[in-house]
């Protein structure tokens, strides 16, 4: 495992790659929850970067709880790719659910995506606002239980945004690499 020396910032390897490769800005938490971890993975599409994920997981002992996901997606030439916005959110939801689930086999996983899906698209949607770089902006929202979904469209990228729970008003995203609104993420690039 690597640490920063003292008084120096840790640098993820590989990060300034997967950012310059998918080509726009990319969003995550502003203020993740205390002792989360964050993950960072991508999806593609026929070979061209579509999504990044920033996915905030808590380990308590040998559990991992699923705190939140952020999914920046960018525009893409496919016919496959969805590009309503609250489809993606719904489909969000979905992987959520799934990856939080935990089940052991891939038909299991499936069975419980396909079912956060029909729930997910009975969810009604109402107006939102959470804060971008500081800003706020209007946004889409969805409750499940106690987990609340958004989904916002900035400049031409789709953000999709699940919470384990909490409330949609106290969502913050900020734009990696770093902005003037939040010089701390240099550590990210």
């Known amino acids: ?62 559990e991992m709880n699923r705190m939140a996901l952020v999914r920046t997606h960018r525009p893409v030439e496919s016919r496959m790719v969805d590009r309503d916005p609250l489809s993606l959110l719904r489909s969000a939801f979905s992987y959520f659910f799934a990856n939080a689930a935990d089940t052991g086999s891939a038909d299991e996983q499936r069975q419980v995506a396909d079912d956060a899906r029909a729930v997910a698209d009975a969810a009604v949607a109402r107006p939102a606002e959470l804060r971008i770089d500081g800003v706020r902006v209007g946004c889409v929202a969805l409750g499940i239980g106690d987990r609340q979904g958004l989904v916002v469209e900035h400049g031409d990228v789709v953000v999709t945004v699940v919470l384990a729970a909490g409330s949609d008003c106290d969502v913050e995203l900020v734009t990696v690499p770093r902005t003037p609104a939040a010089p701390w993420l240099d550590w990210m690039s």
Do not use: H, N
């Open 1 to 62: 495992m690597d640490y920063a020396e003292p008084g120096k910032q840790f640098r993820f390897p590989g990060l300034p790659q997967v950012f310059a490769e998918f080509g726009r800005p990319v969003l995550v938490l502003a203020r993740p929850e205390v002792g989360s971890v964050c993950m960072i993975g991508t999806g593609s599409v026929d070979g061209t970067p579509w999504t990044v994920d920033a996915e905030y997981l808590d380990q308590v002992g040998s």
